[in-house]
T-cell receptor, first 114, second 115 residues
Framework: QQQVKQSPQSLIVQKGGISIINCAYE??????FPWYQQFPGKGPALLIA?????SEKKEGRFTISFNKSAKQFSLHIMDSQPGDSATYFC?????????????FGEGTQLTVNP | DSGVTQTPKHLITATGQRVTLRCSPR?????VYWYQQSLDQGLQFLIQ???????AKGNILERFSAQQFPDLHSELNLSSLELGDSALYFC??????????????FGEGSWLTVV
């Protein structure tokens, strides 16, 4: 119940195309769903996040779509650019009595070809 | 630059040894998290501290321990090291203990190689 399943493992798109990464979860106690972007040699950096009471959130070229009933959420990168080439992780937060923890998906390595 | 500082950036040590990884959170952040990233396990939550107190615990091995000091920096101690402990260890910080919209910032990691 603590797992977050992410797909695909790797993704190659052309410049200007749409990149779509999907995640699914089981634990209904998760209360916050961020996406992180990680470049080689760097730590994960928060990209965009959504709460379960919202079905969609858009920030620039990045959009999260959230389907609470299906327990699925996805990241859409519009007009993908070579600079978007990185590893993307979805995550889900589980609140605890006095703290919290993020459970990460397995990651998607995105390559955007020029 | 996230503002989270981790040292050392790289560390090579032998099996059976003990190492200490250090983390300075962003200015003003009271909560510190430790994560392990390996190829086969992905990003795994280890432990969380808030203002010096342990707040959440993940799959942290008994050989590993952590603490957060009064100046809010944190240390992760790894002992009796095994080859399988080779990984990238991330520290992260946030203002408060809980999430739900509270951004967590990751450092650039400490790469541990056990030989």
């Amino acid at each position: 119940q603590q797992q977050v399943k992410q797909s695909p493992q790797s993704l190659i798109v052309q410049k200007g195309g749409i990149s779509i990464i999907n995640c699914a979860y089981e634990n209904t106690a998760f209360d916050y769903f961020p996406w992180y972007q990680q470049f080689p040699g760097k730590g994960p950096a928060l990209l965009i996040a959504i709460r379960p009471d919202v079905s969609e959130k858009k920030e620039g070229r990045f959009t999260i779509s959230f389907n609470k009933s299906a327990k699925q959420f996805s990241l859409h990168i519009m007009d993908s650019q070579p600079g978007d080439s990185a590893t993307y992780f979805c995550a889900a937060n589980r609140p605890e009595t006095s703290g919290s923890r993020l459970t990460f998906g397995e990651g998607t390595q995105l390559t955007v070809n020029p | 630059d996230s503002g989270v500082t981790q040292t050392p950036k790289h560390l090579i040590t032998a099996t059976g040894q003990r190492v200490t990884l250090r983390c300075s959170p962003r200015s003003g952040d009271l909560s510190v998290y430790w994560y392990q990233q390996s190829l086969d396990q992905g990003l795994q939550f280890l432990i969380q501290y808030y203002n010096g107190e342990e707040r959440a615990k993940g799959n942290i091995l008994e050989r590993f321990s952590a603490q957060q000091f009064p100046d809010l920096h944190s240390e992760l101690n790894l002992s009796s090291l095994e080859l399988g402990d080779s990984a990238l260890y991330f520290c992260a910080s946030s203002v408060v203990a809980g999430f739900s919209g509270n951004t967590i910032y990751f450092g650039e990691g400490s790469w541990l190689t056990v030989v």
